[in-house]
């Protein structure tokens, strides 16, 4: 006869002194996440200004406040964290970066000798070229290749061609002057320094561009930059949309003793440049740099987004934004002459900074920007420092891309 009974074997015993076992999982789940305050749904137009200046910054839908790491003096607003945000995984140094460029064109040189531009150009004139025909296409064709494009590429050739039919070059190494001298004529223009105007309190930045383009982290290099020049500052954490671009801009903000502004994961990003530039008059800020979530220049809905932005800061200071920050990947080639076409359309740039030229940027596309549009290149990246995000100078970027001289 079976027996519905069975005997207790001892692995189902439970275990006498110890604590039971659960996963990191079902830690996590058992532990409610904090309360994220709500999006202010009034129009962000009737919110009232603050009207002390320890008061909360603007906020519309008053919320329990959670201090981002700052100064005491400097003023934040609430911001729910990442759980597993990690400072070494902030991305703001990494520990295998190289150290800071030397100053001055040596650093240029040494940063930019990898690029397709200057491996090429040092290639065709190591080879004390003839004065022919033939150097002329084989400077167009090292032109075209590193995306100087096709407008720029024929204007310097056909100049190139027009000199040297009037016997102008006496040899190679004339001719290699000349497309130094046109190259540096071309970047002369857009070649004009970022100006703090001091009476602006805030002077307000406005940070745009597509994804990976290095948004967040140039302006952690900008905040360092303006703080060692001796601004008083305060960054907006607009880039609401990557709960880790919120943390590494604290980050930023925590090395360098600057108050940062946020809301949850999510949040309008309008919403958060309204609060950050009333808390910044608030405060008497001298520079006030807002970041944006990186979008795809084909994206009209989200490239809309931009112009809310400029609206919503417009309701409490007419003149701003009054620098429109747009981030370029110098690998990007001749997409962000397409990139920055829309970008003016939507939210008016008027300032460019040129990321990531050390390594394998080609590095033309800077030419072909300045001979298309014209806007002034403020800064350039060759490197992953802070001190590494230089102001542009055509010299010393045109000469880091060509050879010393015939042979070299």
Do not use: C, Y
């Amino acid at each position: 006869m079976l027996s519905f009974f069975r005997r207790k074997k001892p692995q189902d015993a439970p275990a006498v002194g110890k604590p039971p076992q659960f996963s990191a999982e079902e830690l996590a789940s058992a532990i409610p996440a904090p309360a994220e305050p709500p999006v202010p749904a009034a129009d962000i137009a009737d919110a009232a200004p603050a009207s002390d200046a320890g008061a909360a910054p603007g906020s519309v839908a008053p919320a329990p406040a959670a201090v981002v790491p700052a100064p005491a003096a400097d003023i934040a607003v609430p911001v729910q964290a990442p759980a597993a945000m990690d400072t070494a995984d902030a991305a703001l140094i990494p520990a295998n970066a190289a150290p800071a460029a030397a100053a001055g064109k040596p650093g240029w040189r040494d940063r930019l000798r990898n690029s397709a531009f200057a491996r090429s150009f040092g290639g065709l004139f190591s080879r004390n070229p003839r004065l022919d025909d033939d150097l002329l296409d084989e400077i167009e064709t090292a032109l075209l290749t590193a995306d100087v494009g096709v407008p720029a590429t024929t204007a310097l050739v056909e100049d190139l061609r027009k000199r040297m039919k009037s016997r102008e070059f006496t040899d190679a190494n004339a001719l290699l002057a000349a497309l130094r001298a046109d190259l540096i004529a071309l970047l002369q223009p857009v070649a004009r320094p970022l100006v703090i105007d001091r009476d602006a309190r805030p002077f307000v930045i406005l940070t745009v561009g597509v994804n990976g383009v290095g948004k967040t982290t140039t302006i952690g290099k900008l905040a360092k930059r303006f703080k060692d020049e001796g601004h008083s500052l305060m960054l907006a954490a607009g880039d609401t949309f990557r709960a880790a671009a919120v943390a590494q801009l604290q980050v930023w903000g925590e090395r360098n003793g600057v108050a940062v502004i946020a809301q949850g994961q999510n949040a309008d990003a309008a919403s958060v440049a309204f609060d950050a530039l009333q808390a910044g008059k608030a405060r008497g800020t001298s520079v006030l740099i807002a970041d944006t979530a990186g979008r795809l220049h084909t994206q009209a809905g989200l490239m809309n987004e931009l112009s809310k932005i400029r609206r919503v800061l417009g309701k409490i200071d007419a003149t701003a934004p009054h620098e429109v920050l747009m981030v370029i990947d110098g690998t990007t080639g001749q997409n962000a002459l397409n990139q920055l076409r829309q970008f003016h359309a939507a939210a008016g740039v008027t300032g460019l900074v040129v990321t990531k030229l050390d390594g394998t940027a080609k590095g033309g596309v800077v030419f072909a920007l300045a001979r298309e549009f014209g806007i002034p290149i403020r800064f350039a990246g060759i490197g992953e420092r802070p001190e590494d995000l230089r102001v542009f100078d055509p010299e010393a970027f045109v000469d880091a891309l060509l050879p010393e001289a015939l042979g070299s």
